[in-house]
């Protein structure tokens, strides 16, 4: 087919992640509204349907995700619609889809002028902050919290600390076997970071313990928000309470303990993002509660792992299936590896920066294969974009082949601007962007030093619902280097 243009929309599926790493493409603003008089206020509003009553599209649109083409939902539109703008009613709310590169750059240059981020009520049941303070509110104060943790210069001595976290997985849960199964390998690692980074936990069976729990969060915040038995939604209600009693609040109260007694002689523990909530006043000089802090942690260790294991998970399926992209990132990684091998020495920041053309391969597979699918936006007023009106209180073609998987077209300029967006725009730049960066690269760095891999499922699908994942996670076998 001739070079196109490749829509990388941005759906629905909430990034919660107040924060943080929701490795996100937002090619595709959603903008939502209040009142449904405003349909017919605004005679120009987009083109574009309703659907069926209250449920509007939201089916359609799920249905996408769960055959694992969930990009359809909003590429149907522009083609039926011949428009980069079209009106849809989803999640309960009338919405207008904003899709490509003009419509990112719109959105980001005019975040906090035209659009607020949005969350459904739903969020706030899970995460139910305080009475006065709703999820949109936490997430403002987490982004003036976190920049000092996440910027490069802080993320610098967190390289090391991943290698060894890395180094102790791939041991205990990858060598020696013959096949593994490479998703909830990663989400363990993932997970595993997080909790080092945040909680300075570093017990592989207490972290295990929590793993499931935090998945029904997971599950149910993306998931249909009905708070019925049986359903994920009431499980994510309920094991968010779990966690936050029975893993966090014993936490957060040995470390206040231990701050307040100087006898934490722990310096990496004094650093962690933790004692940092523990420390911090507002503009009252009031410090933070352990619920606020619980909830804000809990929400945290969600983005900081959930998104990113999906990313590491796909970077084995495609290396898999292209012999001479994994040998090229092998080489790379050897080099590096070559260099430490006598001393034994943990990876660090230079070596980070010498992973070029590894990124370039995770870019491409974040490009085809985004975890999530875009954030919500809400109008703050009226505007227009492309000749169409979008009321207040809505909420809110550029690759050559599209579909092949070439890391090459990161290389020199890369991309043209807005068109590959992971990691958002604007104010609201994912600030844990460098994060996931070194968390998916000392993962790449341990696994292809080690093995070769072939995949058992050669045409397995990708589901996403509501993170993109491998339908049955991924078996591969492998091949150890020194066998």
């Known amino acids: 087919m001739e070079q196109y243009h490749h829509h990388y929309y941005s759906s629905l599926y909430l990034n919660l992640l107040l924060l943080f790493l929701s490795l996100i493409s937002l090619a595709v603003a959603t903008i939502f509204y209040k009142h449904k008089s405003q349909y017919h206020r605004h005679v120009n509003l987009p083109p574009g349907r309703r659907g069926l009553p209250y449920v509007g599209e939201t089916l359609d649109f799920l249905s996408t995700g769960w055959k694992g083409r969930p990009e359809n939902f909003v590429l149907d539109r522009v083609r039926e619609f011949s428009s980069n703008v079209f009106k849809t009613h989803i999640v309960g709310k009338p919405t207008a889809v904003l899709s490509g590169a ?21 969020v706030n049941k899970i995460f ?19 920049p000092q943790f996440m910027k490069p210069e802080a993320l610098q001595r967190y390289v090391g600390v991943m290698d060894d976290v890395a180094r102790r997985h791939f041991a205990s849960s990858w060598e020696g076997r013959d096949a593994v199964e490479v998703f909830p390998l990663a989400k363990n690692y993932t997970f595993w970071v997080a909790c080092r980074l945040f909680l300075s936990l570093d017990d592989p069976e207490r972290i295990a313990e929590f793993v499931v729990p935090f998945k029904d969060v997971a599950t149910g915040i993306f998931g249909l928000p009905l708070d019925l038995p049986f359903t994920a939604f009431r499980r994510a209600i309920r094991a968010s309470t779990y966690i936050r ?42 410090r933070m509660s352990e619920r606020d802090i619980a909830d804000k942690i809990l929400g945290l260790l969600i983005g900081g792992h959930d998104t990113a294991s999906s990313t590491c998970s796909f970077v084995v399926k495609f290396l898999s299936e292209f012999p001479r992209i994994y040998d090229r990132v092998y080489e790379e990684q050897m080099q590096i590896a070559r260099c430490k091998a006598a001393t034994g020495e943990m990876l660090n920041w230079e070596d980070i920066q010498k992973m070029k053309y590894s990124w370039n391969v995770a870019c491409e597979v974040l490009r085809l294969v985004p975890p999530l699918q875009g954030t919500f936006r809400e109008a703050t007023t009226d505007f227009v974009f492309n000749g169409f009106s979008i009321p207040k209180g809505w909420k809110e073609k550029y690759f050559p082949e599209p579909e092949k998987f070439d890391p090459s077209r990161f ?5 043209a601007p807005y068109t590959f967006v992971p990691f958002g725009g604007g104010p609201r730049m994912c600030p844990g962007k460098e994060y996931a960066r070194l968390e998916i690269l000392v993962f790449m760095h341990n696994l292809v030093k080690r093995f070769k891999f072939e995949k058992l499922i050669p045409d397995e699908k990708i589901v996403v619902n509501p993170i993109a994942v491998p339908a049955n996670g991924l078996p591969v076998r492998l091949f150890p280097h020194n066998a």
Do not use: C, H, Y
Not at 110 to 122: G, I, Q, R, T
Not at 128 to 146: C, G, H, I, K, Q
Not at 250 to 258: A, N
């Open 102 to 122: 003009e419509g990112n750059k719109f959105v980001f240059t005019n975040e906090n002028k035209l659009f607020v981020a949005w969350w459904p009520d739903s």
């Open 128 to 146: 139910p902050f305080t009475e006065t303070s709703s999820v949109a509110e936490e997430s403002r104060r987490m982004r003036r919290l976190l």
């Open 245 to 286: 009693e029975e893993f966090l609040t014993g936490i957060i109260r040995q470390r206040k303990s231990e701050l307040a007694d100087g006898k934490n002689a722990d310096v990496a523990k004094t650093q962690d993002i933790l004692s940092f909530m523990l420390m911090a006043t507002d503009d009252n000089g009031e």
């Open 411 to 415: 290389e020199g300029r890369g991309p």
